[in-house]
């Protein structure tokens, strides 16, 4: 995996290593389409997940977890409800939390929702580079959850937001791009094979929100989630015939990846 700037600004083994040693307790409230895959990624990266989205205990539950993961992909009503009451319960109790604005734009539900989520102060935005312009009011979304947009097309959009929340802003592509009010770094790697499953970037979202639970910084933590998520794609797809069998190979990968193998990486750099 290529880095521009070849570094990371926290060792990618350290961040893995605090996810292994915590086993961070990470609220998804996300989509009907992906909630499994996402709920297993964080198993095998080694934190617990928790899809509680309900209305009366999302809350409850956001101001106790490590973390908590909102994705707007199939927001039915009561959903939506406890999708802000867990935003709310987390701004409250200062608990770490990820907004993915899955296809926000020109549909007419998830649009004012992301919105209303955005008031909370995300700590981490995650999404393509459309749903960040669109996030930011300056795009109308892309091809539903496809991006029209280039990731390089999003920085201004993605410091915006950041300087809005004071958190860090994710835009996933090719290389994804992680930037806060002052810093960006740009990570190379994962696999296109991450496109040809659903819920590849739902469960980027999870991860992260995995990473901020046990590292204060969130630019810090983004990064070192895409960086780490990316390297176990990459091996995944190395072993994987197609589509099918290279989803259950990353959670194999995820949960073979240490922070051994990645220190002696970052060694040889």
């Not at 958190?167 to 090719?174: E, K, L, N, T, Y």
């Not at 780490?228 to 099918?244: D, L």
Request: a negative charge; hydrophobic letters at 50%; aromatic letters at 4%.
């Amino acid at each position: 995996m290529t880095r521009t700037p070849a570094y990371l600004p926290i060792p990618s083994s350290s961040a893995l290593a605090a996810v292994h040693e915590n086993t961070p307790l990470v609220q998804s409230l996300t989509n009907h389409v992906t909630v499994e895959l996402v709920a297993n990624v964080l198993i095998s990266a080694g934190a617990t997940p928790a899809m509680v989205d309900i209305v009366g205990e999302a809350g409850p539950f956001a101001a106790i977890a490590s973390a908590v993961h909102i994705n707007i992909g199939t927001p039915h009503a009561e959903q939506r409800q406890a999708m802000l009451e867990a935003a709310r319960a987390a701004s409250e109790a200062a608990t770490p939390w990820v907004l993915d604005p899955v296809a926000v734009g020109s549909l007419p539900v998830r649009t004012p929702l992301a919105a209303e989520l955005l008031e909370f102060c995300p700590t981490i935005i995650r999404g393509n580079a459309s749903e960040i312009l669109a996030l930011a009011g300056v795009g109308a979304g892309g091809r539903g959850v496809d991006a029209a947009d280039e990731v390089e097309d999003a920085e201004v959009a993605a410091r915006s937001l950041a300087r809005r929340t004071g958190g860090a802003v994710a835009v996933s592509g090719p290389v994804d791009m992680i930037v806060d009010q002052d810093r960006t770094v740009r990570i190379s790697g994962g696999h296109v094979l991450l496109t040809k499953i659903t819920g590849g970037g739902c469960a980027l979202g999870g991860f992260m929100a995995a990473f901020a639970a046990v590292h204060a910084d969130p630019f810090e933590a983004a990064a070192a989630a895409s960086d780490v998520y990316g390297q176990a794609a990459e091996r995944a797809a190395h072993v994987a015939a197609g589509p099918g069998e290279f989803r259950s190979r990353l959670l194999d990968s995820l949960a073979a990846l240490t922070p051994e193998q990645l220190r002696a990486q970052e060694t040889a750099a």
